[in-house]
């Protein structure tokens, strides 16, 4: 639904199909849809949902290997992935516990949209988070992953007001459909003749979160 401010409330139910095709997602938010549409297949973003994409777990082989040790799995362990095979694993934000990168390709754009993400607990109370602070970095504890409390749940996400500048979604993998990023990049930049006036920019790939290279916006921006 539309804010008054000129942004789109999505609900946290809204399947990934959905926000996809939207009309107004579709010509205000471009890259928000090549993101969607660059995950997973039609069948997946057919039952994916809003929150559940945010919040959905590594896809570090380790991880869902249970005969090899991981802290996000079995905190204490070890972590598999820092001497085995890990062409797609993070290469920033990364720890010594845990290598496991975000495998979502929607978030990656709403971290470079400036999404908020609206949360409610068990007791009714309801609390705002910046899309950048949603989820956590591996440090010691990669078992948790997020800053949601025990029970707390997603309600829905608000995109800003779409910024000033072309917006794009690229994505290299190893295949052209159905395969997790390699990294990913969600960019919007305004230009005024040859100078770049304003840049976002946000990986995916590559760390635990989405990854917005604040320091490369400063230096296309200075």
């Not at 362990?77 to 290598?99: D, K, P």
């Not at 609206?118 to 602070?133: N, Q």
């Not at 504890?141 to 025990?150: M, N």
Request: charged content about 20%.
């Amino acid at each position: 639904e539309e804010t008054a401010e000129g942004g789109l409330r999505v609900g946290a139910q809204v399947r990934n199909s959905d926000l996809a095709a939207d009309p107004r997602v579709r010509s205000r938010y471009p890259m928000l849809t090549q993101a969607l549409l660059a995950g997973a297949s039609g069948q997946i973003r057919n039952k994916a949902s809003t929150s559940g994409n945010l919040l959905q777990r590594t896809r570090c082989p380790y991880f869902y290997d249970r005969n090899m040790p991981c802290n996000k799995r079995e905190p204490g362990t070890g972590c598999a992935a820092l001497q085995g095979f890990n062409r797609m694993h993070a290469v920033l934000g990364e720890s010594e516990a845990c290598i496991a990168v975000h495998p979502s390709d929607m978030a990656v754009a709403m971290a470079g949209l400036d999404a908020r993400i609206e949360t409610i607990s068990p007791g009714g109370e309801t609390r705002t988070i910046s899309i950048g602070d949603l989820h956590r970095l591996p440090e010691a504890t990669p078992h948790v992953e997020t800053v949601l409390g025990h029970g707390e749940m997603i309600a829905a996400v608000t995109l800003p007001p779409p910024p000033p500048g072309q917006q794009v979604y690229r994505k290299v993998r190893d295949r052209a459909s159905y395969a997790f990023a390699l990294v990913s990049v969600a960019a919007i930049v305004e230009k005024s003749g040859d100078r770049i006036r304003s840049a976002r920019i946000a990986m995916g790939g590559v760390a635990a979160k989405p990854w917005r290279a604040t320091e490369a916006e400063h230096m296309l921006t200075g």
